[in-house]
């Protein structure tokens, strides 16, 4: 069974930095992709963030600038992070983890992310 640990949620003033961080564990055969997700009270969920096997990453317009999404260097560890600076109110959500893998898509639990203005 493959299994997302996420770490990092918190409250911080706008203007701020959050490191989210999510390790994946499990028989995952091939990795395919690693990304952050948020949704937001009242709205529907939206990637903010992705990096695939290959390094190509892909950002949501607001965040672009803002925030980058990297992975550790060793692919055994299969960790993904998100690195979030200058955030604002707006970023306020439930930021959660998901896996691409040759067996489907798996999802973390989600960590809470309050920015206060």
């Known amino acids: 069974q493959v299994q997302l640990v996420e770490s990092g949620g918190g409250l911080v003033q706008a203007g701020g930095s959050l490191r989210l961080s999510c390790a994946a564990s499990g028989m995952i055969f091939t990795l395919n992709a690693m990304g952050w997700f948020r949704q937001a009270p009242g709205k529907q969920r939206e990637l903010v963030a992705r990096i695939n096997s290959g390094g190509t990453l892909t950002y949501a317009d607001s965040v672009k600038g803002r925030f980058t999404i990297s992975r550790d260097r060793d692919n055994a560890k299969k960790t993904v992070y998100l690195e979030m600076n200058s955030l604002q109110p707006e970023d306020t959500a439930v930021y959660s983890c998901?896996?691409?893998?040759?067996?489907?898509?798996?999802w973390g639990q989600g960590t809470q992310v309050t920015v206060s203005s």
């Open positions: 998901r896996i691409e893998t040759s067996r489907g898509l798996v």
